[in-house]
């Protein structure tokens, strides 16, 4: 981790950026830059900052708290490679809530049979999206919210399993209207 303030002293162990006096109108910088563990590609993370301590009259208590929310990538290569993933993966589906279809993002660090499918709340299997072996890699398959005949299913919470090797993940999706 490394940090850079426009003014002031950045404390990484404890969180905290102590600045001084702000005159009004001014404004100061701290960027972070960070490096999130593996196994959190897909995951959000969220940082909240907070004013802690003031030693003059606060005009508006109400903005002392801001939040924003990153989610976390995969690095691609500039020259486009895609590296291989170091650790099995199930991400949750993209979007969710879906209406018509959801991606399914997982990664497999060695090849090997995987079975990725879905199953309803009582735990029946609705439909099976893959099963066959497959290469190390990223995969994104699509479910279109339709059960092993094609019928579309009915607006709810599915949960999309992944097994591959000794690998069991499940994440859930929840199908709209």
């Known amino acids: ?6 003014r002031g002293t950045y404390t990484a162990g404890t969180g905290s950026w102590a600045i001084g ?3 009004a109108g001014t404004t100061d910088t701290l960027t972070i ?7 959190t590609v897909d995951s959000t993370i969220t940082n909240t900052a907070t004013v802690t301590g003031v030693d003059q009259t606060d005009g508006n208590p109400f903005n002392d708290s801001a939040s924003t929310a990153v989610t976390v990538i995969s690095p ?7 590296f291989l993933p170091t650790v099995y993966s199930l991400a949750t589906g993209r979007p969710n809530p879906f209406r018509d279809r959801v991606t399914i993002r997982f990664d497999l660090p060695v090849a090997g049979q995987a079975n990725l499918a879905i199953f309803d709340v009582t735990g029946r299997r609705i439909r099976t999206v893959l099963n066959e072996r497959l290469e190390a890699g990223r995969y994104s398959p699509v479910w279109d919210g339709r059960d092993e005949r094609g019928s579309r299913v009915a607006a709810g919470v599915y949960f999309v399993r992944l097994r591959a090797g000794e690998f069991t993940a499940t994440r859930k999706s929840i199908r709209l209207d």
Request: charged share 10%; proline share 4%.
């Open 33 to 39: 830059t960070v490096t999130v563990n593996a196994g």
């Open 21 to 23: 006096t702000i005159d």
């Open 1 to 6: 981790m490394s940090s850079q303030a426009t």
């Open 76 to 82: 691609v290569p500039a020259d486009g490679l895609q």
